[in-house]
């Protein structure tokens, strides 16, 4: 029994191939796999039952605990104006919008968007060598899990939108003809990390056009 734990919720991939019992990801697969597995129709051996049981008691008290913190940062989230503005950002879902805003409290202590992506560690690090500088890998310094979040982001966001006929899109286009997906990404995320210090020190509404530019 393998589990999963995404950014929302709880999603679990059940499977024990060598007894033949098999479920798809979700809670509700894995309440028909308990079934199927603790039925006396079952040929699970008796102590493999009883561990079977116990994880699965474990797994729903902890999935019913996740869901009340979710309800909770739902909470949070609409009664934060920063987080409300920040959600409507591609890539950074209620999740990503609460930590950042949580997080940044006072986005005006950095100079610029620029400022703000390198303080994530999302800039590319420079090397100066007989008179040509060079870029590097990102310098992963500053906060690991806003970073995270904002490279995960981006990365939905290129598999969702590439094919669509939207500033973003081209932008994404133009540079996954001449960069890996892995470095495309890394640059989304920086962009909209500085798209979310204009929103923060702004104080205004996401507006694609004239931000994605």
């Not at 950002?89 to 703000?116: M, N, Y």
Request: overall charge positive; charged content about 20%; hydrophobic content about 45%.
């Amino acid at each position: 029994m393998d589990a999963d734990y995404p950014a929302k919720g709880v999603k679990f991939a059940c499977r024990n191939t060598e007894l033949g019992l098999v479920a798809n990801p979700g809670i509700a697969n894995l309440a028909k796999l308990a079934q199927q597995a603790l039925s006396g129709e079952s040929s699970l051996p008796s102590y493999a039952r009883t561990t079977l049981d116990i994880l699965i008691r474990q797994i729903l008290v902890f999935a019913d605990e996740i869901a009340a913190l979710d309800q909770q940062l739902l909470a949070w989230h609409a009664d934060s104006e920063a987080s409300r503005r920040l959600s409507a950002i591609p890539g950074l879902g209620i999740v990503t919008a609460t930590a950042v805003a949580a997080t940044v409290t006072d986005p005006e202590q950095f100079r610029s968007g620029r400022q703000f992506a390198a303080w994530l560690g999302l800039t590319p690090q420079q090397c100066s060598t007989g008179g040509k500088t060079q870029l590097g890998g990102i310098s992963k310094q500053g906060d690991r899990y806003l970073r995270r979040l904002l490279v995960v982001g981006a990365t939905a966001v290129i598999r969702h939108t590439k094919d669509k006929a939207t500033p973003l899109a081209n932008w994404i286009r133009k540079l996954l003809e001449k960069k890996p997906f892995r470095l495309v990404s890394v640059a989304l995320a920086n962009k909209l990390a500085r798209i979310a210090w204009v929103v923060l020190t702004r104080k205004e509404a996401y507006r694609a056009h004239e931000m994605i530019a």
